[in-house]
Nanobody, 119 residues
Framework: QVQLVESGGGLVQAGGSLRLSCAVS????????GGWFRQAPGKEREFVAI????????NYADSVKGRFTISRDNAKSTLYLQMNSLKPEDTAVYYC????????????WGQGTQVTVSS
């Protein structure tokens, strides 16, 4: 089993920054894709960013490109999401997730951390 615990959420003004962290345990993190998703009130959960397990490939939702940066430290088994130029529409619960070597859907999820951006 893989356990994920997010931290770093909070309240920030528009234009500000936050960095989310996701501590991963239970398995060798380097074998897993790491992803960030978010869910705003009344909306479905949506993809934010992914960092592949091999080669360092990343991908982002169009809505966050150029503002958010996903990174990982396999030695620390931690996934990060640096969020800059935050907008009120970025307000959501942010979840980190993991899947084994790009294999289909994300099977492992954290409990989520709230990010609130005030205008």
């Amino acid at each position: 089993q893989v356990q994920l615990v997010e931290s770093g959420g909070g309240l920030v003004q528009a234009g500000g920054s936050l960095r989310l962290s996701c501590a991963v345990s239970g398995r060798t993190f380097s074998n897993y894709d790491g992803g960030w998703f978010r869910q705003a009130p009344g909306k479905e959960r949506e993809f934010v960013a992914i960092f592949s397990w091999s080669g360092g490939g990343t991908n982002y939702a169009d809505s966050v490109k150029g503002r958010f940066t996903i990174s990982r430290d396999n030695a620390k088994s931690t996934l990060y999401l640096q969020m800059n130029s935050l907008k009120p529409e970025d307000t959501a619960v942010y979840y980190c997730a993991a899947r084994y070597r790009g294999n289909g859907r994300f099977d492992y999820w954290g409990q989520g951390t709230q990010v609130t951006v005030s205008s």
